[in-house]
């Protein structure tokens, strides 16, 4: 049999991707940061689009998710109107789009972005204009869905919660909770998670990255995650054995047997201490065993990262090849928020031929 051969990054950049866990506010370009700020009187630690683009992806470098999500002061500074959010939705799948992402599902917590006077509707409806510019000004390249973040440290997930339900028919998809993860377990947003799950909504959780087994636990058992934020710890109940077989504990297992999608973010958590480098990820054991593991970018701007480069450096660590990268490309698409049918066109028609047309 021939080697598996690495793919080059333009290969990897052609290839059509799916993106389930990417930040808004993590993802701007560093010159637009720049001009927001100059417009809204917002101070940066650097007002050089090149410097500041360096300042957040070393000081998001630190080994710390507390430290990481201190950055962020800068992103969503500058996103408190109604054009500066268009404009960086816009941009964002403009990015997205050049980098060869056919599907994205893009959060943010919309009670971040109220500080001089929007309401939490107008926030989502500046961000799905934005999608909608991008989507129009990529000539249909992409399809671009929105998840509702709320924050852990706040108290109002319930809200959020509602939020999403209430714009399901206009583009969004999803509910999440992210921030600090030690301290703050899932159970804690009970209320919200039933709520969405009486409204046949659908739930993603941030969990097991800067908090282990028990935090993964609640989101799946408690607050019926159907997919997990990262997931990394998850192979803390994997035991490996001798000779390549390996172990699972009771809870390991059922993530793996219900098919509930790991939504893993490399460069991510390498800088804040989830993972010790690239070529350890666990995400090469959870691919081996099977898992319903998917590729993402988490924070493009506090990465310097993108879906090309994420998968770029796995290829690269693990001898990956295209098949690999297909395969997770399509646990993403099947593990989108979307209806099946769309799921399906998406594989069928553009996902499935691409890979074909390399053989
Ligand atoms: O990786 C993360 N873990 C937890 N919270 C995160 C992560 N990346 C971004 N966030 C937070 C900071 C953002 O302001 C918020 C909404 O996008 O979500
Ligand atoms: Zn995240």
């Not at 404009?87 to 994205?104: I, K, M, P, S, W």
């Not at 939490?120 to 973040?149: K, M, N, P, Y």
Request: with cysteine.
């Amino acid at each position: 049999m021939e080697p598996t051969r690495v793919p080059t990054r333009d290969e990897l950049r052609s290839a059509p991707k799916v993106l389930l866990h990417d930040h808004l506010d993590g993802g701007l370009r560093p010159a637009s940061v720049v001009e927001l700020a100059a417009d809204a009187g917002h101070e940066l630690p650097e007002t050089d689009a090149e410097a500041l683009g360096r300042w957040f992806t070393e000081s998001a470098d630190s080994g710390s998710l507390v430290r990481y999500l201190e950055t962020f002061e800068h992103t969503v500074g500058v996103m408190q109107t109604g054009p500066a959010l268009t404009r960086v939705a816009r941009e964002c799948v403009e990015d997205l789009a050049d980098d060869g992402v056919v599907y994205a599902e893009i959060r943010y917590a919309p009670e971040l972005h109220v500080q001089q006077g929007l309401t939490l509707d107008e926030v989502v409806g500046a961000v799905q204009e934005g999608f909608e510019q991008g989507c129009e000004a990529s000539g249909g390249r992409i399809v671009v869905r929105h998840l509702l973040t709320g924050m852990r440290q706040a108290a109002r997930a319930r809200e959020i919660a509602e939020l999403a339900v209430a714009h399901r028919d206009r583009g969004v998809v999803g509910f999440d909770i992210a921030g600090p993860e030690a301290g703050y377990p899932p159970s804690r947003f009970l209320d919200a998670f039933e709520y969405v799950r009486r409204e046949n909504g659908h739930i993603t959780i941030h969990a097991g990255e800067a908090f282990g087994l028990p935090s993964i636990w609640e989101a799946v058992q408690w607050c019926g995650a159907d997919r997990l934020g990262h997931g990394v710890r998850i192979v803390d109940d994997v035991t490996p054995g001798d000779d390549g077989t390996a172990e699972l504990g009771r809870l390991a297992s059922y993530v793996r047997d219900k098919r509930i999608p790991l939504e893993m973010c490399p460069t991510s958590n390498v800088q804040t201490g989830a993972a010790d480098s690239i070529a350890d990820h666990p995400i090469k054991t959870l691919a081996d065993l099977r898992f319903r593991v998917t590729v993402n970018t988490d924070n493009r701007l506090m990465s310097g990262t993108s879906m090309t480069n994420e998968h770029a450096l796995l290829c690269e660590a693990f001898g990956w090849g295209l098949d690999q990268v297909e395969w997770l490309t399509i646990n993403a698409m099947k593990s989108a928020f979307i209806p099946y049918d769309e799921r399906l066109d998406i594989i069928m028609n553009t996902i499935k031929p691409w890979y074909a047309a390399q053989r």
